[in-house]
């Protein structure tokens, strides 16, 4: 079955960088895309960014457009997500999910708690 | 960017009742709209895609409407199971969220 498995909970000081990692098992990873998703708490959810594996394509929410980088290694079946800058607003659940390009997000990871605090 | 705007933000109901609940686009989406479901603690779940497909295993009792701006959610007999929060998304210009419904026990 599909699954996608995320890496675990962070602590982080403002101004550092977090980096939240997704492993794909299942199907093809180079076949879809990821998108990575925010909910702060008590808060819907956020689409930040999205990535096409096959061929490095993406794409930022203008809002993260300075801060955020996206990797994928088709080898491991892992995409990554780094956000810079962070400040306690970005404190949320990070998900990634399953989506292609026009597409539903039908398939997500359990979510990685990132806590920004000092 | 796209806005979504979800109506009610809560919704009281009890188990038995038929609910609706409405999400509307700033602008045209065409088809391009799904539901989700998310219960605490959870990741959100796929319900509905391109506004009325139901996604593999979801009941029947749920059912998408809607095209262009105005679309509905309508769950049709609400079970204990349903007690969650619903959001819209919009994918027809990457990918946009409503601010979500939460269904509560009345």
């Known amino acids: 079955q599909v699954l996608l498995v995320q890496s675990g909970a962070e602590v982080k000081q403002p101004g550092a960088s977090v980096k939240v990692s997704c492993k794909a098992s299942g199907y093809t990873f180079r076949n879809y895309d990821i998108a990575w998703v925010r909910q702060a708490p008590g808060h819907g959810p956020e689409w930040m960014a999205w990535?096409?594996?096959?061929?490095?394509?993406?794409h930022s929410a203008q809002k993260f457009q300075d801060r955020v980088s996206m990797t994928t290694d088709t080898s491991t079946s892992t995409a990554s997500l780094e956000l810079r800058s962070l400040r306690s607003d970005d404190t949320a659940v990070y998900f990634c999910?399953?989506?292609?390009?026009?597409?539903?997000?039908?398939?997500w990871g359990q979510g990685t708690l990132v806590t920004v605090s000092s | 960017d796209i806005q979504m705007t979800q109506s009610p933000s809560t919704l009281s109901a009890s188990v038995g009742d038929r609910v609706n609940i409405t999400c509307r686009a700033s602008q045209t989406i065409s088809s391009w709209l799904a539901w989700y479901q998310q219960k605490p603690g959870r990741a959100p779940k796929l319900l509905i895609y391109?506004?009325?497909n139901l996604d593999s295993g979801v009941p029947s009792r749920f059912s998408g409407s809607g095209s262009g701006t105005e679309f509905t959610l309508t769950i049709s007999t609400l079970q204990p199971d349903d007690f969650a929060t619903y959001y819209c998304q919009q994918y027809d210009r990457y990918w946009t969220f409503g601010q979500g419904t939460k269904v509560e026990i009345k």
């Open positions: 990535i096409r594996p096959v061929n490095g394509d993406r």
């Open positions: 391109k506004t009325s």
């Open positions: 999910a399953r989506a292609n390009f026009r597409g539903p997000m039908s398939y």
